[in-house]
């Protein structure tokens, strides 16, 4: 089991920035992937962005693409979440995800997942 603790959510106006962090404790040898998620009040949760924990490939939501990036440091046990051009829609509950044994999945999937943090509220001001 992995337990993963958000941080870096608030209050930003538009077109601003925001870089979430998740750290990692418990069985961190063992994450294979890790990945984003937000949630508005009333829609499903949807991904943002994901990152394969060994070789860093990424995947990315159509509408963050060329504003968000996913980046982790291994050694830190952490992955980021570097938002950019903030816009309202971006607005919801930001949570991260690992999934902690190599297996075939599908990263957007929020049921492939094994392990979910608290998430972080982001709420982006017109």
């Known amino acids: 089991q992995v337990q993963l603790v958000e941080s870096g959510g608030g209050l930003v106006q538009t077109g601003g920035s925001l870089r979430l962090s998740c750290a990692a404790s418990g069985r961190t040898f063992s994450i294979y992937v890790m990945g984003w998620f937000r949630q508005a009040p009333g829609k499903e949760r949807e991904s943002v962005a994901a990152?394969?924990?060994?070789?860093?490939?990424?995947y990315y939501a159509d509408s963050v693409k060329g504003r968000f990036t996913i980046s982790r440091d291994n050694a830190k046990n952490t992955v980021y979440l570097q938002m950019n051009s903030l816009k309202p829609e971006d607005t919801g509950v930001y949570s991260c995800?690992?999934?902690?044994?190599?297996?075939?999945?599908?990263?957007?999937?929020?049921?492939?997942?094994?392990?979910w943090g608290q998430g972080t509220q982001v709420t982006v001001s017109s």
């Open positions: 990152i394969n924990w060994s070789v860093g490939s990424t």
């Open positions: 995800a690992a999934v902690s044994v190599r297996r075939t999945m599908v990263v957007t999937r929020p049921d492939a997942y094994d392990d």
